[in-house]
């Protein structure tokens, strides 16, 4: 056993002890003595802690001495990583030259990436053939950039159909979106019930614009209600609403 790989199994056996002060200095003998695995889970633990700098240099390290092909993936989420802290550091090239890599074999995250960055800096065409690539693979947050994409072009069928999609990924932000365009297309009742499940979801501002959509359908006693909690919860329009709404009741007397 090479003295790099004693030391990644060490610093693994810390890292799952709890100990990662140790484990990071172990891995980074490690990474030093040229051993893949542990210059990726370096990387990986500076990148979270904000230190892109040596992060970039221990994933350049795994890249440069390569990666075991188990578990899959690793090279693509090196390369993603380091698009990523490229982009942080203001080099969106070489992000971007990173993002292309992992997404051509197939990271989804990385073409999601890709397209944020293309958005970004006004490829809007190809960011949106990059999302869509991205979302037919199973992305709900390149379905839900699309979605918005396409709806601001007027395409509220296939804008729903995306965020259909998001929604039912798991991307909880998705559903006011879902809600909002129900409401444009006329079906309050379908809107009201994604708010409530916005609401449920611990979407705070989704309780204002329940509080709304329940004074449309007449629902005055629960939108007084609802609205009051978003009175509550800081939403300063919602005290104008609840004038409204008691003026509604004033006319119905």
Same mark, same amino acid.
């Given at each position: 056993?090479?003295?790099?790989?004693?030391?990644?199994?060490?610093?693994?056996?810390?890292?799952?002890?709890?100990?990662?002060?140790?484990?990071?200095?172990?891995?980074?003998?490690?990474?030093?003595? @040229?051993?893949?695995?542990? *210059? =990726?889970? !370096? &990387?990986?633990? +500076?990148?979270?802690?904000?230190?892109? %700098? #040596? $992060? /970039?240099?221990?994933?350049?390290?795994?890249?440069?001495?390569?990666?075991?092909?188990?578990?899959?993936?690793?090279?693509?989420?090196?390369?993603?990583?380091?698009?990523?802290?490229?982009?942080?550091?203001?080099?969106?090239?070489?992000?971007?030259?990173?993002?292309?890599?992992?997404?051509?074999? @197939?990271?989804?995250?990385? *073409? =999601?990436? !890709? &397209?944020?960055? +293309?958005?970004?800096?006004?490829?809007? %065409? #190809? $960011? /949106?053939?990059?999302?869509?690539?991205?979302?037919?693979?199973?992305?709900?947050?390149?379905?839900?950039?699309?979605?918005?994409?396409?709806?601001?072009?007027?395409?509220?069928?296939?804008?729903?159909?995306?965020?259909?999609?998001?929604?039912?990924?798991?991307?909880?932000?998705?559903?006011?979106?879902?809600?909002?365009?129900?409401?444009?297309?006329?079906?309050?009742?379908?809107?009201?019930?994604?708010?409530?499940?916005?609401?449920?979801?611990?979407?705070?501002?989704?309780?204002?614009?329940?509080?709304?959509?329940?004074?449309?359908?007449?629902?005055?006693?629960?939108?007084?209600?609802?609205?009051?909690?978003?009175?509550?919860?800081?939403?300063?329009?919602?005290?104008?609403?609840?004038?409204?709404?008691?003026?509604?009741?004033?006319?119905?007397?």
């Amino acid at each position: 056993m090479s003295d790099a790989e004693a030391y990644y199994e060490i610093a693994m056996e810390r890292a799952q002890a709890g100990d990662m002060a140790t484990a990071v200095e172990l891995f980074r003998h490690a990474s030093d003595g @040229g051993h893949g695995p542990a *210059a =990726f889970l !370096l &990387g990986s633990i +500076l990148k979270d802690g904000g230190q892109y %700098a #040596e $992060a /970039e240099r221990h994933y350049r390290r795994a890249l440069a001495v390569g990666l075991p092909p188990e578990p899959p993936g690793l090279v693509e989420e090196c390369e993603v990583s380091m698009g990523f802290i490229r982009s942080k550091l203001g080099d969106p090239a070489a992000a971007e030259q990173f993002y292309r890599s992992a997404a051509a074999r @197939g990271h989804v995250v990385a *073409a =999601f990436n !890709l &397209g944020n960055l +293309l958005a970004r800096t006004g490829r809007e %065409a #190809e $960011a /949106e053939k990059v999302w869509r690539q991205a979302a037919a693979a199973g992305s709900p947050d390149a379905a839900m950039n699309l979605a918005e994409m396409v709806g601001d072009r007027g395409d509220l069928i296939e804008a729903e159909r995306l965020l259909r999609q998001a929604v039912d990924g798991g991307l909880t932000d998705a559903i006011t979106n879902l809600a909002n365009i129900r409401l444009q297309r006329g079906d309050p009742y379908e809107a009201m019930a994604l708010w409530r499940k916005a609401v449920a979801a611990g979407d705070h501002n989704a309780i204002f614009n329940l509080g709304i959509v329940l004074m449309m359908v007449g629902e005055l006693d629960e939108a007084e209600t609802t609205l009051r909690q978003a009175e509550a919860a800081g939403h300063t329009e919602a005290t104008q609403h609840l004038e409204r709404l008691a003026a509604a009741r004033r006319r119905r007397q």
